[in-house]
């Protein structure tokens, strides 16, 4: 059962490497973005990879804080005299 799903995910994560190349390459466009003051000119492809990155923060730090307290739970729950 591992193996199967270590081999839909490395599946997974081709293509959507594959598709990420292919859209990169065929789109060299120059975009502006504007956010109250701050300007930035530049390619496409950078803009999309700096929100992805973005996205990618804002989904991992609540993880990782729910993961801590999971493990500190049970961490104390395990030492409680209660367990025979």
Do not use: E
Request: overall charge positive; aromatic content about 14%.
């Amino acid at each position: 059962m591992r193996f199967i799903k270590k081999a839909l995910i490395s599946i997974a994560l081709v293509i959507i490497v594959f598709f990420g190349l292919t859209f990169a390459t065929k789109n060299p466009h120059d975009v502006t973005l504007v956010y109250f003051d701050f300007l930035w000119q530049g390619k496409i492809v950078f803009a999309l990879l700096v929100a992805l990155l973005f996205g990618f923060l804002l989904g991992i730090v609540p993880t990782a804080v729910a993961l801590f307290l999971c493990r500190r739970a049970n961490r104390t729950k395990n030492k409680s005299p209660d367990i025979k």
